[in-house]
């Protein structure tokens, strides 16, 4: 299997690189949709898409079986995303060395979050704590992985502090990690204070920007929830005076998206990861927004 390019020489070639992220389908309805959003978007070529690890085996499978397909039947520069959850060191190692062997050059090294209420769940008896020490087996197992690494703008919300946080990150990078991508955010002054306390210490790898655009006011208030990111209630009020209308709702969510990229791009952000929910449109409205 051909080696996917590592991402880190778009990052040195200087030009903006665009990226998507796509969740591991739960069915086989979810899988189909997965694909027809990636066949509408070939067309805007990004420069790699990611897709996310989830808790459990099941998902964790699709995980697996959507990074082939996406790479194989589309061409997409596919970076898989791993987290420490439930796995032992060994277990680890086996899944570097086949996504090494499938040709896989880029992971996204998480810790991840054990599953609220599962009962199934169990934590790995001889696994890992952190994030920085997944970094640290996969690019002793493959040095020749390029490793991608989640950094919180907001602070992780476990972490005492944003300094604190920081230290983590710090560590992560240190371990080997060549490029942080960012947790959603909705201010943009949020990531350049981010992107100058990171360089103060030290820390110098590219940092891309990660934006959700928001396509409905109830999936943004859950997810804001979830990661700790903070809605403007500027956005909010623009929101909740569109809620009877899904299509506005989406427009508005958009038009913020497309002012945060235009912001974010001229400031030299380095480019732009879109969480787009496995749906095609809010991408493609937004490329053909900001083609030039
Ligand atoms: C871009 C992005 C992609 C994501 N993709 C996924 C995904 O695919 N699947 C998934 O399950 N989740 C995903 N997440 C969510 C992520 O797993 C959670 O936010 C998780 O709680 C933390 O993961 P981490 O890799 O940032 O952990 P870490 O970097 O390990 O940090 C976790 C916490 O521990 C603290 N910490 C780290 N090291 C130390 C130390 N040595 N001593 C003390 N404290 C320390 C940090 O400050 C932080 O509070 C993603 C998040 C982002 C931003």
């Given at each position: 299997m051909t080696p996917d390019r590592p991402i880190s020489e778009l990052f040195a070639s200087g030009r903006t690189v665009r990226s998507l992220e796509f969740?591991?389908?739960?069915?086989?309805?979810q899988m189909a949709m997965l694909l027809t959003s990636a066949g509408a978007l070939q067309g805007i070529a990004p420069d790699f898409?990611?897709?996310t690890y989830g808790a459990g085996g099941t998902t964790r499978e699709r995980t697996a079986r959507a990074a082939a397909l996406l790479k194989r039947d589309f061409g997409f520069t596919v970076m898989p995303h791993l987290t420490c959850i439930?796995?032992?060191?060994?277990?680890?190692?086996d899944i570097a060395d086949r996504l090494h062997a499938d040709g896989f050059r880029n992971i996204m090294a998480l810790r991840g979050d054990a599953p609220k209420g599962d009962p199934a769940f169990a934590p790995a008896p001889v696994g890992l704590r952190y994030a920085s020490e997944l970094v640290a087996l996969l690019k002793s197992r493959h040095s020749d992985f390029c490793l991608g690494v989640a950094g919180y703008p907001e602070k992780h919300p476990e972490a005492p502090s944003l300094g604190a946080d920081l230290d983590a990150l710090k560590r992560k990078v240190d371990a080997g990690a060549d490029f942080i991508t960012t947790q959603?955010?909705?201010d943009n002054a949020l990531y350049y204070r981010f992107v100058e306390q990171?360089?103060?210490?030290?820390i110098r790898?590219?940092?891309i920007p990660g934006l959700m655009p928001v396509l409905s006011l109830k999936q943004?208030?859950?997810v804001t929830e979830m990661c700790g990111a903070t809605l403007p209630q500027k956005l909010v009020t623009r929101l909740e005076a569109a809620a009877e209308n899904p299509d506005v709702v989406e427009i508005i969510g958009l038009d913020w998206a497309f002012t945060q990229i235009r912001g974010l791009l001229a400031n030299g952000a380095p480019g732009c990861h879109l969480y787009i929910m496995n749906?095609?449109?809010s991408a493609l409205a937004l490329a053909a927004g900001l083609a030039a």
């Open positions: 969740f591991p389908p739960k069915d086989d309805a898409v990611s897709i439930g796995h032992s060191r060994a277990e680890l190692h959603l955010f909705f990171c360089r103060e210490r030290d790898v590219p940092i943004i208030k859950r749906r095609a449109k």
